[in-house]
């Protein structure tokens, strides 16, 4: 099964839309596989983060990210990856479209509130990164309901 990894990052935490940002997976019909509240180290993040090691505002995020604890998870169905980066809406939150979380509830690119992965490859790795300890399957009877 296709799986990503999406987080909730602090200012989402501290602002109370977990909840939202889980129940418009819930409801999509996606399958919730791991959750965690996790307050991260900084080398944590910089692995996280590594490919943007050399941007202009890596600092800024790496301290963004600091400033709580982060909700992550994992998530699978078909087309998890590309639509779950749909759902959170463009990284910039003034162009993302309304309906999109980051559309509905945030205004700037440096509080963005919601992290998703941005390829299979990447979301393995992530997944890998956030849960070592790996992350069980499970049958849902729901299936029978969402997939044709
Ligand atoms: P995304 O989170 O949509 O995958 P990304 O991986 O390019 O975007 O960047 C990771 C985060 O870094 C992003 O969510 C917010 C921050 N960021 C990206 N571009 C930025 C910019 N030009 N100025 C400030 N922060 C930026
Ligand atoms: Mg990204």
Redesign the pocket.
Known sequence: MERTYIMVKPDGVERGLVGEIVQRFEKKGYQLLALQLLHPTKQHLEQH?AD?AGKP?FPK?INYMLTGPVVGMVWGGKGVVKTGRVMLGA?NPLDSAPGTIRGDYCVD??K?LC?GS?SVESAEKEIALWFPDGVRAYKRHVDSLIYE
């Open positions: 983060y943007l505002f995020l990284t690119v440096g963005n992290h941005d």
